[in-house]
């Protein structure tokens, strides 16, 4: 799970991507993994108030 750090609510699109690795039966530790790296790149967009959903690879690059 990837949950909001300011309101403990579930961030739906995250637990969503955690649950398709699920199904595709992918390693509880390959799940535990990119939850925590999800969460880092959420906190990142969320500190720099960028629309996480919207950035580019070279967006991304260029900052």
Same mark, same amino acid.
């Given at each position: 799970?990837?949950?909001? %750090? +300011? &309101?403990h %609510? $579930?961030?739906?699109?995250? &637990? !969503?991507?955690? !649950?398709?690795?699920?199904? #595709? +039966? =992918?390693? %509880?530790? &390959?799940?535990? %993994?990119? !939850? +925590? #790296?999800?969460?880092? *790149?959420?906190? *990142? =967009?969320? @500190?720099?108030?960028? @629309?996480w959903? !919207?950035? &580019?690879? $070279?967006a991304?690059? =260029?900052?």
């Amino acid at each position: 799970m990837v949950v909001d %750090a +300011g &309101t403990h %609510a $579930l961030h739906p699109q995250a &637990t !969503a991507y955690l !649950a398709s690795l699920r199904s #595709r +039966g =992918c390693s %509880a530790n &390959t799940e535990r %993994a990119y !939850a +925590g #790296r999800v969460a880092l *790149y959420l906190d *990142y =967009c969320q @500190d720099r108030g960028l @629309d996480w959903a !919207a950035l &580019t690879f $070279l967006a991304l690059a =260029c900052l």
